[in-house]
């Protein structure tokens, strides 16, 4: 079975060990790193099977095909205030995109207590959770897909 890319397990191990105040100055930095979808992925208004169900911060996933099969994901957070979703659209952007698929599908949802600590709100966990779970599903798909065209 696979395990997450190496450089997701690295977050999950700067986080595992962050005190809350160490936590939200790493969650604030890269948060301030996020980039919305650009417009050749999406424009507004984002179709609605793009949006994170439950996520409070209105979050959509998309999920471009790059030519070695693996896939490049991009965000949007229509809540400007939704700081905790564009930290995580980055950490899951900059370690997942352009992983093997396999490995991104072997994501677990709960990995977002690691990153956001047990006190999270189950309102925020949840968008969250839904975040990931959108990721982890575009990264099946396509399996599927490749698993469908070689047979």
């Known amino acids: 079975m696979a395990t997450p890319p190496e450089a997701f397990q690295k977050v999950l191990e700067d986080f595992q060990w962050a005190d809350r105040t160490e936590r939200i100055d790493l969650l604030i930095g890269y948060a301030d790193r996020f980039k919305e979808v650009p417009p050749t992925i999406a424009t507004r208004p984002f179709p609605e099977e793009h ?19 693996t896939l490049k994901f991009h965000f949007a957070v229509e809540n400007p205030q939704g700081l905790s979703a564009k930290a995580w659209a980055v950490i899951l952007d900059e370690t997942l995109s352009g992983q093997p698929l396999e490995q991104v599908a072997a994501v677990p949802c ?22 990931v779970d959108m990721v982890t599903a575009f990264a099946r798909q396509r399996l599927n897909q490749r698993g469908a065209d070689q047979t």
């Not at 949006?51 to 099969?69: M, R, T």
């Not at 990995?111 to 189950?122: A, D, I, R």
């Open 110 to 131: 709960d990995s977002v207590f690691t990153v956001f600590g047990k006190e999270v709100s189950m309102g925020k966990g949840m968008g969250l959770m839904g975040i």
């Open 51 to 69: 949006h994170v169900q439950k996520c409070e911060s209105d979050a959509y996933v998309w999920a471009e095909d790059l030519p070695d099969g």
